[in-house]
């Protein structure tokens, strides 16, 4: 499996962006998928998670209400939508797959393949 994050770049606060994950392989419509973060000098820290229909979703407490996980099968992507977005939303974004579970995780330790990262910066 192949991922390949898109989207970050330069937003004031209180703009938008939306990310975008590519992911290879004929199984993805079966694949759990996440967004995680790491701010400089922090660990990875869970953003969202999507199950393979798109059904279940969860967000860490700091992103409810302003960031939307999303996916479209078809394409092989996920999203994340990000509204509102603060200062303390800089980070590298990446984008996470577990192939092998049909339980919803947020933790690291959970997802077996990782994208590339993306840089979100937020300037106040």
């Known amino acids: 499996v192949q991922l390949q994050a898109s989207g970050g770049g330069l937003v004031q606060a209180g703009g938008s962006l939306r990310l975008s994950c590519a992911a290879s392989?004929?199984?993805?419509?079966?694949?759990?998928m996440g967004w995680f973060r790491q701010a400089p000098g922090k660990e990875r820290e869970f953003v969202a998670a999507i199950s393979w229909s798109g059904s279940v979703t969860y967000y860490t407490d700091s992103v409810k209400g302003r960031f939307t996980i999303s996916r479209d099968n078809a394409k092989n992507t996920v999203y994340l939508q990000m509204n509102s977005l603060k200062p303390e939303d800089t980070a590298v974004y990446y984008c996470?797959?577990?192939?092998?579970?049909?339980?919803?995780?947020?933790?690291?330790?959970?997802?077996?393949?990782w994208g590339q990262g993306t840089l979100v910066t937020v300037s106040s």
């Open positions: 996470a797959a577990d192939p092998f579970s049909t339980v919803v995780h947020t933790t690291t330790s959970a997802y077996d393949y």
């Open positions: 392989g004929r199984a993805f419509s079966r694949y759990v």
